[in-house]
């Protein structure tokens, strides 16, 4: 077979130019620490990058998801604590006001003042918001939930925060539920009640007999004010058991409340993990190994200075050495 000097240039240019990409490759992964800087690089691990990269970007707005949520639970349970506080006062001074051996007309009066201030405490307790957005209002959060009056014109809507992935929960206590209680005892069904005797207003079954009263916090701080004032003993009396509910209305719900806390906390500490090992797994797959990366930029170097040699020796004739 016979070996034209053109093969043998093209197979000395082909060399270099192989060798001279290596090492252009080499260099570049050393500017830039880099193992792979374009998909044809490594198509796997490129697409094993960019799925760790999405991982990231949706780990991150959960993260932000979960502390707003924190945020918004927080102060929801401070709020509902300091409710507590003032229906613990007010049951103080209904319980010092029942009996008419310790009380006359200028103490109740005196107290009927207190009452007063703790119900406007606890309407702006019950209207605190965060930026613009009102803590118990349900899904109305861009208005008062509590009227001066006490009236509720919130909703029952718990706005779901979604803080991993197909994982959501509740960022907020609807003041139906916050402020409101009612009774666990029920009275017992009548047998001689019809059917339609027991059906609601609505139509719907209610097979214990009568609905158990609704006892709202306003209503009762309202209810003690106006006893006080009217020096009605009784009506005192009766608001000790209902201040009970309404504290243990309160406390449960902070129980809830807490109880969210901790979920978002442990979810936060996991997607915290699992950023960690995604990220030494980008780093496993993507970042270059710089002392490999030395070595072999050293041994390509080599190789291309003894290409070009070898070329020069190869292609040295000329056409005057064929003539002669």
Known sequence: MRITERNNFETVRD????????????????????????PSDDPIGSSKILEIRTDKVNNDQ???NAKLAESFLMNTDHTLGELADIVVRAKEIALGQSSGASSNDETRVAVA??????YKQSVA????????????GGYKTHQPPILPDGQYRGDNGEMMVEIA???????NVPGSVAFNTQPT???????????QQRRGPAGSMDEGGPRPENINLFDELQALRVSLLAGDISGVR????????????LISNRAKVGSRLMGIQSTASSLERHNLTNAQLNSA??????????????????????????AQKLIQPTLLDFIR
């Open 238 to 249: 009766d608001t000790l058991e209902r201040f009970d509910a309404l504290h243990g209305t």
């Open 165 to 171: 992935r197909d994982v959501f929960i509740s960022s």
């Open 185 to 195: 005892a029920v009275a017992s069904p009548n047998p001689e009640l019809t059917d």
């Open 125 to 136: 307790a019950a209207n605190r918001r965060i930026g613009d957005r009102y803590l118990f």
């Open 113 to 118: 003042e207190e009452i007063t201030q703790l």
């Open 285 to 310: 797959l993507e970042d270059a190994d710089m002392s490999r990366v030395v070595s072999d930029l050293a041994k390509e170097e080599t190789v291309f200075k003894s290409s070009l040699a070898s």
């Open 62 to 64: 959960f993260q932000m």
């Open 15 to 38: 060399s270099i130019s192989r060798s001279r990409g290596r090492m252009d490759g080499l260099q570049h992964q050393a500017a830039t620490l880099k193992r792979i800087n374009a």
